[in-house]
């Protein structure tokens, strides 16, 4: 209990610090986005609901890498991205010869195989085609479906504004209207909304599987390299080896709290020398016993094996494709690193160290077949398996960050997008923005991986989930690159061919063997993928209902105005901020608070709360304002915008981002509608022009003097809407099943919003109404 009292009390000050170290990051940014914002030139056009003007920034975010932070990352991402990917020679072979080798040639079949599988969808698909189809330094399968919603209206919730584009983030090429492929594509995803939801469906489906390769992964890699004890200690049982896993994957989901970067940092040296002594053993067993294993370079051999083997070999795919473990987190986990340093890490160390391995292995089982069960431990040389069995164990440990961080990724960009229950996510670095912590997913994955480990106490039922799991991200990944490659890089056709012909065939030849063993343990990932996936289209229906409701019961900028300007209504002194999430008008729950508090404050601020299907928005792009006339009121509407990578900052650090962009908006506004008239005036009459330039800063000075006034009188107060979404009457059973119970079950089991936004309860009100949908 006191070392677990300890690493909480560390965990706490570790995040205590980073927060602090990014709310100072955040500061220096506020003063240089206002800087940024006081020498822009202005722009009006239509905003909000159509019917607005608005102020567009139109700087761009340059993030320009330099080789010594490129090469940091790419040191980090060894102890991170590569643990699954270089750790699968220690069950690949035992899981393709599960009955020991027939024909010693088949050994340069399997190997071929192995060469090939690492060649096509590790090193040509991953590092060099999907990483360049990142989301602004984002991967994963959100990441890419973030992508195709930017170039077309693919997203089901209707809040895309024409100021989206606008963010330097988020700008895009559209399709070019002369390629007539590109733009019927496109067409075809915004005008179908089959077609979306079976976009959606499938978005979900590879989310939930990277998420259960997160619980498989771990177990499958420490309870691999702790069963090598066997090969030295055959004393001990298989119920003592599944327990000292138990009691390591344990520790490991104990540490997440730390971060990427201090994780990274302290595995990296750990896996740098994993790999060296993997590809060093294999070279030397390569020369030591059968140096002509060289020969399966010839894709020849895989046709004889298959000739030989016939469905046998088809069957062996589902061994094959472990060799492919991790090559998925490359992409996943691409947040918290960039592309460069993933491409030069995987080339420079990975890639050979791997295949030197399985080379190595292969040369040694030529002359001892009969080692197949445990061809990795068996051909490490004597002198040296204490040393090699030490280092699998932790690099095994090490295995399963790769898809714990990638899961982490994609659990914050589906929160962001409205596709997963509100949690806790914990910003761990305060130099890069996409490493994460989620602590109830972190919980939630440790529970799995216990619960497999316990349940199926050995690699071979975990290996035939295993590869269930990984055969369907990589062909969802494949059906989503194909839909990049049309629509937004307008590959030419004939390489498109190749691509679907090779990788994806291939992949899709692995899918069909893995789903061959469903009943062997198979099962395991899509059960946790239906799971996973009820819980989040149960969230994403519930919270597309709401919005929609909201959306067809908005309240006109008119009755905005006639609510105002009501003398029943009292003005107080003070500055109150209204939060929702609707961003095409104003709540409907703004005219039940008024109907039961007839009373607003002197300044009022409309703030909607809205993700854009990008990694970050800058500072300087974060917030859209819009005045509601007529100015008198001082009512305003703001847009608050944020990307699947921002952290969603304290109190304190907001307030200060709205009031100082408030005041600016307000200079620039008054400014715009005085302009009509300044410019008309003759332009020698220089005095007159002076004394109007004198006259507009007094007026705008008046009006940010009245929020300074308002902010004076105290505390900002919070109006926040407290809703019950309830099936309309007339549903079917079926839908007051999902809404009634399961979504409105799962929205008070979760974090609210003002718990995301740390707002202060002691200033928040909450207004409570209940939605028919």
């Not at 040191?75 to 080798?101: A, R």
């Not at 989620?438 to 619960?451: D, K, Q, R, S």
């Amino acid at each position: 209990m006191e070392v677990g009292s300890l690493m909480e009390q560390e965990g706490s000050r570790e995040e205590h610090q980073v927060d602090q170290e990014i709310l100072e990051e955040q500061k220096d940014d506020i003063l240089k986005s206002k800087n940024m914002l006081s020498h822009k030139k202005l722009a009006l056009r239509d905003s909000f609901d159509l019917e607005a003007s608005r102020l567009t920034t139109n700087q761009g975010l340059s993030q320009v890498e330099d080789w010594k932070t490129i090469m940091q990352l790419a040191f980090q991402s060894i102890g991170v991205v590569y643990g699954d990917l270089g750790t699968s020679p220690l069950y690949v072979l035992p899981g393709i010869f599960p009955t020991g080798i027939k024909h010693n040639d088949d050994i340069l079949g399997v190997l071929s195989l192995i060469f090939y599988s690492l060649m096509l969808i590790t090193l040509i698909k991953y590092v060099f085609i999907v990483l360049a189809a990142n989301n602004n330094g984002d991967g994963g399968t959100f990441a890419l479906y973030s992508l195709l919603c930017r170039h077309a209206k693919a997203s089901l919730k209707p809040n895309q504004q024409a100021e989206d584009k606008e963010v330097s983030n988020y700008r895009l090429d559209v399709p070019n209207r002369r390629l007539k492929r590109a733009s019927f594509v496109k067409s075809m995803l915004e005008n179908s909304q089959t077609i979306k939801f079976f976009i959606l469906f499938i978005t979900m489906l590879g989310t939930s599987m990277v998420l259960g390769d997160g619980i498989l992964t771990p177990c499958i890699s420490v309870l691999s390299a702790v069963g090598g004890v066997k090969e030295a200690a055959s004393g001990l049982t298989d119920n003592m080896i599944m327990w000292i896993s138990v009691g390591i994957l344990i520790v490991l989901f104990q540490v997440q709290r730390f971060g990427t970067d201090k994780i990274g940092y302290s595995f990296a040296p750990i896996l740098t020398i994993w790999f060296i002594f993997i590809g060093s053993i294999g070279l030397y067993n390569f020369f030591k016993y059968d140096p002509g294993v060289i020969k399966a370079i010839n894709p020849m051999y895989i046709i004889q094996y298959f000739k030989r083997n016939k469905k046998d070999a088809w069957i062996s795919l589902g061994g094959v494709i472990l060799c492919l473990t991790g090559s998925e987190a490359l992409f996943a986990d691409l947040g918290h690193f960039s592309v460069r340093s993933i491409q030069i890490s995987s080339c420079t160390i990975v890639f050979p160290s791997v295949v030197f391995a399985y080379f190595g292995q292969a040369s040694y089982l030529r002359q001892h077949s009969q080692d197949a069960s445990n061809a990795f431990y068996s051909s490490v040389p004597k002198s040296i398996y204490w040393p090699m069995f030490v280092v699998a164990v932790m690099a095994a440990i090490i295995a399963s960050q790769s898809l714990i961080s990638a899961s982490f990724s994609i659990i914050q960009q589906s929160l962001a997008l409205g596709c997963f229950p509100r949690v806790k996510v914990v910003h761990t670095s305060s130099k890069y923005k996409g490493q994460v912590y989620v602590p109830e997913i972190n919980t939630i994955l440790m529970l799995a991986c216990v619960g497999v480990t316990l349940g199926f106490k050995n690699t071979l039922k975990i290996g035939n989930a295993y590869g269930i799991a990984v055969a369907f991200v990589y062909t969802i990944t494949s059906a989503f690159l194909v839909l990049v490659m049309v629509m937004i890089w307008k590959t030419h056709i004939c390489l498109i061919v190749i691509y679907a012909l090779s990788i994806w065939l291939l992949e899709l030849l692995f899918l069909s063997s893995v789903l061959y063993k469903f009943m062997d343990g198979g099962y395991l990932p899509l059960l946790f993928a239906l799971v996973t996936m009820t819980i989040m289209y149960l969230w994403n229906y519930g919270y597309r209902k709401k919005y929609i409701y909201e959306l067809d019961n908005k309240v006109s900028s008119v009755k905005l105005v006639e609510i105002a300007s009501d003398t029943s209504i009292h003005r107080i002194p003070g500055l109150a901020l209204f939060y929702t999430e609707l961003v095409q008008g104003i709540s409907p729950i703004f005219t039940h608070y008024v109907a039961n508090v007839p009373a607003l404050h002197s300044v009022l601020v409309f703030i909607s709360i809205k993700s854009l299907p990008i990694c970050t928005v800058p500072l300087e792009d974060r917030f859209l304002f819009k005045r509601v006339e007529p100015r008198e009121l001082s009512i305003f509407r703001c847009i608050v915008r944020y990307g699947y990578k921002d952290a969603r900052t304290e109190w304190e650090f907001f307030k200060e981002m709205l009031t100082i962009q408030l005041k600016d908006f307000i200079r620039k506004d008054v400014f715009m509608s005085r302009l009509p008239h300044t410019t008309n005036m003759a332009s020698h009459e220089s005095d007159d022009n002076e004394v109007s330039r004198l006259r507009i800063e007094e007026i705008a000075q008046r009006e940010v003097d009245k929020v300074d006034e308002a902010l004076n009188v105290g505390d900002i107060v919070h109006l926040m809407g407290e809703n019950e979404v309830v099936a309309s009457k007339g549903s079917s059973f079926l839908k007051k099943l999902v809404i009634n119970y399961a979504y409105n079950w799962l929205r008070r089991s979760v974090r609210q919003v003002d718990e995301v936004f740390m707002i202060p309860r002691k200033r928040l009100l909450k207004v409570g109404m209940t939605y028919d949908v």
